[in-house]
């Protein structure tokens, strides 16, 4: 049998969590290998939202240019279970980028600053107390496992897929639109459940609908019916659907030498589906982590709780709280009377924000029907 080839850490999956995590270990010092079963570049089913937080985090490693071409999306449309809506500029601007073009952008990146790309599918990994051994070709002294809701990796550390109630399904597609500000239109049927419509800037818009699973099987049909009674009108090509595994049920993000990162650790917020702020953010600190070897599990572990642990926390209260549709219906009555709520809301949803007393007080406040003038 010929050597194995060896690196300092390798990362499976080239989505933005996997490429983001290539690019941290390789700045920090570490000889890295990224593995994808996919050729750049390739589509990915997802919002294509790109908040300025995951922005943030790749400006932070030295990468530019990734919104290139793409019109910043200003104002957020969000409209209740119960039909009251709120129309207000987001705290920050948004993007919206296909996968197709996003990820290649990512990947480049780390190409460009040194990171060896190669399309290979993972079958298997064999940890030891010195390494870790991939397929019996390659050797790592740690791996970080990227590679989206169906994880090879995380399966052999032995963990399995989220459960009915951590899991959604969703439909994305893209239609033609003159709207310029993102929507979204939840329903108080099969709650927690919403349809999307995120502009491009090109004419088109991002559009779907996805809901939590719970026990009964959805089809493509049921989930395309749906999709055109909350966008009516809306007429998606491409059409494809993926899982989203909620952040309310995560694995442990690393043991030993073998770290999650993205999706694989089931990143994902359940206040409102969004993925690429949490995949980038995990990717830099478990490449960080993975750069440095000996306890990258606990340093990982550790850099997770301090960078995102609170927030974490309130997300998981929210939606646990939101399983009302009326604690929704008044969230925005909040938010629409008082444009401090809504930013807190925004923050929750598509950063690392929590929620203070005075956004939950406001909230309360709606839920017992004390009238507020409008700020």
């Known amino acids: 049998m010929s050597a194995l080839e060896t690196f300092d850490v390798v990362v499976v999956g080239g989505g933005p969590a996997g490429a983001t995590a290539a690019l941290a270990a390789h700045r920090a010092g570490a000889t890295t290998l990224l593995l994808d079963k996919s050729d750049f570049p390739r589509d990915k089913p997802c919002g294509d939202g790109i908040a300025a937080d995951a922005v943030d985090v790749l400006t932070d490693l030295g990468v530019t240019g990734v919104t290139d071409g793409y019109a910043p999306v200003l104002n957020l449309r969000l409209i209740a279970p119960g039909g009251i809506e709120v129309a207000r500029p987001l705290p920050r601007p948004a993007h919206t980028i296909p996968r197709r073009v996003f990820d290649a952008r990512l990947v480049a990146a780390a190409t460009a600053q040194g ?6 599918t993972v079958r298997s990994l064999t940890q030891d107390q010195n390494g870790v051994t991939l397929d019996d070709r390659i050797r790592a002294r740690v791996v ?3 590679d989206g809701a169906s994880s090879i990796v995380r399966r052999e550390l032995g963990h399995a897929v989220n459960p ?7 439909i994305r597609g893209y239609a033609p639109t003159t709207g310029t ?3 979204i239109r939840t329903t ?3 709650w927690p459940a919403y349809a999307w419509s995120f502009p491009i800037g090109d004419g088109t818009a991002n559009v779907g609908y996805g809901e939590t699973l719970r026990g009964t099987a959805l089809t493509k049909a049921y989930l395309v019916e749906r999709l055109g009674q909350l966008l009516p009108g809306t007429e998606p090509t491409g059409l494809r659907a993926h899982h989203l595994p909620l952040s309310t049920h995560r694995p442990p993000p690393g043991r030993g030498r073998v770290l999650l990162a993205g999706d694989a650790l089931s990143l994902i917020n359940p206040f409102t589906g969004e993925g690429i702020f949490y995949a980038v953010l995990s990717g830099a600190l478990a490449g960080t982590a993975a750069a440095a070897a000996e306890g990258a599990a606990e340093r990982y572990t550790a850099a997770l ?7 974490l926390r309130h997300s998981g209260s929210v939606a646990r709280l939101t399983r009302r549709p009326g604690v929704v219906d ?6 629409r009377r008082d444009g401090q709520v809504f930013d807190r809301m925004v923050d929750l949803g598509l950063g690392d924000g929590v ?14 029907h004390i009238a507020r003038p409008p700020s």
Do not use: Y
């Open 115 to 120: 990171v060896e790309l190669r399309r290979h």
């Open 144 to 146: 970080i496992g990227a």
């Open 164 to 170: 009915d109630g951590h899991l959604a399904l969703a």
């Open 181 to 183: 500000e993102q929507l």
């Open 188 to 190: 108080s049927a099969r």
């Open 305 to 311: 709780r301090m960078r995102l642990g609170r927030h």
């Open 330 to 335: 008044a969230a925005v009555r909040a938010a």
């Open 355 to 368: 929620f203070d007393l005075r956004t939950i007080g406001r909230i309360g406040a709606e839920m017992l």
